[in-house]
């Protein structure tokens, strides 16, 4: 089946710092999400994004489709923007599932 | 739009007993719906796929008689965990996909299940 890493696993930023999350697939998609996940579980929409380039206040995504990656930005960190990043993908010819990376950690101090 | 609730939010009990999820939603309809377990520290894992008026389909390694999915119409889906065991104790994610709109999936607010 098809393959998702996210990196870095991890990442400690200050307030007001910039971000680049990454997310690399193996195999062509017809669907690709990012998600936040906040302290309570609850998982929030940032992206439907399965190509080009999209922006949403402080945060942006692209992806670029024919080389199997997404970016997620995250300009002017602030500590509500803690918690876990996933990227999740629907391979092409699927069966509507989505395959979750194993997440981002964002830590954002003040 | 596009909300997808979940109850109970959370749920306790004795080894041995069934519990039962909703997963409902609530402002669209969704012919196709599905159920994540997520353990802590831990990305989701796809249990099963929940169709409108026929079975569900489950993941390699998931136990059908176990984890019972019920999907009897297009705004509500029910996972029911029989005769729990401590090692069944998890976050349980549903997650919707709106028949009218692209391919997004809208996810549940979860169920944490600790079984003692």
């Not at chain 1, 697939?25 to 669907?31: L, Y």
């Not at chain 1, 945060?59 to 199997?68: C, P």
């Not at chain 2, 012919?31 to 390699?60: C, D, H, I, V």
Request: proline letters at 4%; one cysteine or more.
């Amino acid at each position: 089946g098809i393959q998702v890493e996210q990196s870095p696993p991890d990442l400690i930023l200050q307030e007001g710092a910039n971000s680049t999350l990454r997310c690399n697939f193996s195999d062509s998609v017809n669907n690709l999400q990012w998600f936040h996940q906040n302290p309570w579980g609850q998982l929030i929409n940032l992206f439907y994004i399965p190509s080009g380039t999209k922006q949403n206040g402080r945060l942006s995504a692209t992806t670029v489709a024919t080389e199997r990656y997404s970016l997620l930005y995250i300009s002017s960190s602030q500590t509500t923007d803690s918690g876990v990043y996933f990227c999740a993908v629907e391979a092409q010819g699927g069966s509507e599932k989505l395959v979750f990376g194993k997440g981002t950690k964002l830590t954002v101090n003040p | 739009g596009a909300v997808v609730s979940q109850h109970p939010s959370r749920v306790i009990c004795k080894s041995g007993t069934s519990v039962k999820i909703e997963c409902r939603s609530l402002d669209f309809q969704a012919t196709t719906m599905f159920w994540y377990r997520q353990f802590p520290k831990q990305s989701l894992m796809l249990m099963a796929t929940s169709n409108e008026g026929s079975k569900a389909t489950y993941e390699q390694g998931v136990e059908k008689d176990k984890f019972l999915i019920n999907h009897a119409s297009l705004t509500l889906s029910t996972l029911t965990v029989t005769s729990a065991h401590p090692e069944d104790s998890s976050f349980y994610i549903c997650s919707a996909r709106d028949i009218g709109g692209v391919e997004t999936q809208y996810f549940g607010p979860g169920t944490r299940l600790l079984v003692l």
